[in-house]
């Protein structure tokens, strides 16, 4: 058998489970691998301006892809600075595997430059923390990815041991990885929850990400129209159930939840689908003693003094679904002629007004010359609150953010990510100017990959949601102001070109002259911030 080494063995091991992009800043230890990926077909290293940066894309493309994405960090800074977007790949449920140099081991231990316990740093950060053998490179990595795909998806961290990399080893190859099965929901637990559902005089479907990862729209739907029931999503289900469907009551958590709370205010029971807590606790929003329902791949969390759980089935959530759409038909006691005028009466007002621009008009016109089938990526601000209501989601993957984790900078690398993996998909994102300045290093990523995708920056000069805050508590508005006054500056950064529009008639013809270009654009939108003030941060709890 031919002879190889532990770097190749890595490289395409990784591209043989799947994995097309490795992000990261190079080292000196992670030259071997370098060199594998530049002369094996199939796999690209891009060379990202910040580690953070380089988590955010491969947990993006672990969401796209269903294969883990990857990301490197080197010793220390190397590796606390890729710790932002890995964090963020386990707490918005992404597959990850993240990579980094580690001390070989006689020195483990010792006090050396650059050298912390990397398996420590990342064991709080990720579902499990490994390190390869030279022997044992391929099971090793292919453990990681089984496990970062399995139950709830998340990040694995696999150490590379320095000088390792060039050690010659018998060729070990990975195929595809296949996640553990969820188990099959047990049958005491599936006759609660249809004596439950058929107890409830008013239940509501609560979706989350969990049921966009076991692929049930089709069943959820069914389950809606079948027993007329009003469907809640939290803001990384969005597109599950589309906007306009009769049984759609809105995104919970994000902008006018005390007019989605109106509804799920009157429900007796809560059947709650993938729901996943670590976008938003049910404390938060369920009427105390409102009785829960759940399925999920994983016990719900819930504190069960206010909330009596009526029915928990763990496991795979399709086959609950389908016990409870073979129960008779017959719709429950719901009013859905007036669900249908409080949903009108939500996108009535965050409809774009007339006046100065503000950001929801600028979100119409957005929406209106991207694609259907094109992708949205967001950042963190007050600006996702509004889209995680008003953004019209045609289905799942075609907007994507962070709540779990809810990092600022995570809108512009998520973007790169979503156009490497879709090439033929219009990709643009919509950041906030504070954001915006923590991961604009990146667009120099997106000018050297020739990535056409549209940046679009609102410029409001303010940290908004902190701002309302602040005068919540009739606090002087202090630290919050990005600038001054003006724009985020030049006709170009990092040689990608600006185009401010200071109205809606300018922003349209910016973003279809963007969405044309071969390049990345940005469209900087000059935007009044107080639009926010009566739309986000509203009571969820009736």
């Not at 939840?257 to 689908?273: C, I, K, N, P």
């Not at 967001?378 to 799942?396: E, F, K, N, S, Y």
Request: aromatic residues 6%; charged residues 20%; proline residues 7%.
């Amino acid at each position: 058998m031919t002879s190889t080494t532990v770097a190749r063995n890595v490289v395409t091991g990784l591209r043989d489970m799947g994995v097309r992009h490795v992000f990261g800043v190079p080292s000196g230890g992670w030259v071997d691998y370098m060199e594998a990926i530049r002369t094996t077909d199939g796999i690209d290293f891009v060379l990202t301006s910040h580690e953070g940066g380089a988590g955010f894309m491969a947990d993006v493309c672990g969401r796209l892809t269903g294969v883990p994405g990857v990301c490197f960090g080197t010793f220390g800074p190397g590796a606390t600075n890729l710790a932002t977007g890995v964090g963020g790949a386990t707490l918005d449920r992404s597959p990850m595997i993240a990579l980094t140099d580690e001390m070989p081991a006689p020195l483990r231990g010792r006090t050396v430059q650059m050298a912390i316990d990397h398996q420590a740093l990342f064991a709080p950060l990720t579902k499990a923390t490994m390190r390869i053998e030279a022997d044992g490179a391929a099971d090793t990595l292919a453990q990681a990815a089984r496990i970062a795909l399995s139950g709830r998806p998340g990040a694995v961290h696999v150490g590379l041991p320095q000088g390792m990399s060039a050690e010659v080893v018998e060729p070990a190859a990975i195929g595809l990885i296949v996640p553990d099965a969820p188990p099959a929901p047990d049958a005491a637990a599936l006759d609660a929850l249809t004596a439950a559902f058929a107890a409830a005089a008013k239940p509501v479907l609560a979706v989350g990400l969990g049921a966009v990862h076991a692929g049930v729209q089709d069943r959820i739907l069914a389950l809606a129209e079948r027993f007329g029931l009003p469907v809640l999503l939290t803001p990384m289900a969005k597109g599950m159930v589309p906007e306009d469907h009769p049984n759609y009551a809105g995104v919970l958590f994000h902008a006018l939840s005390d007019m989605v709370g109106r509804t799920h205010a009157e429900a007796d029971l809560v059947v709650a689908v993938g729901y996943d807590p670590i976008e938003f606790n049910y404390e938060s929003w369920m009427k105390d003693g409102l009785a829960l329902a759940s399925i999920d791949v994983a016990p719900a969390d819930i504190d069960r003094a206010k909330h009596p759980v009526a029915a928990e089935v763990v496991g795979a959530i399709a086959p609950a679904l389908d016990a409870l759409l073979a129960l008779p038909a017959g719709a429950r006691g719901w009013d859905l002629a007036a669900l249908a005028e409080r949903r009108a009466a939500i996108f009535a007002k965050l409809k774009g007004r007339e006046g100065r621009f503000g950001p929801c008009a600028a979100l119409d016109v957005l929406r209106d010359v991207l694609p259907a089938d094109g992708i949205m990526t967001c950042d963190v601000g007050a600006h996702t609150h509004l889209i995680g209501q008003h953004w019209r989601t045609p289905r799942p993957g075609t907007q994507i953010m962070t709540n779990g984790w809810s990092a600022m900078g995570f809108g512009l690398p998520a973007a790169i990510a979503a156009k490497l993996c879709r090439p033929d998909t219009p990709v643009c994102c919509v950041l906030g100017d504070g954001g915006f300045l923590m991961t604009v290093g990146e667009l120099a990523t997106a000018a050297r990959e020739k990535l056409p995708i549209v940046i679009v920056v609102f410029t409001d000069n303010d940290l908004a949601l902190i701002r309302i805050k602040q005068e919540k508590k009739a606090n002087p508005i202090y630290g919050t102001p990005v600038r001054a006054e003006g724009t985020i500056g030049g006709p170009s950064l990092f040689g990608v070109p600006v185009t401010v529009a200071r109205d809606p008639a300018e922003f349209r013809a910016a973003l279809e002259a963007g969405f044309t270009a071969d390049g990345p654009v940005i469209v900087e939108a000059l935007l009044d911030s107080r639009e926010y003030d009566e739309l986000v941060l509203r009571k969820d709890k009736p």
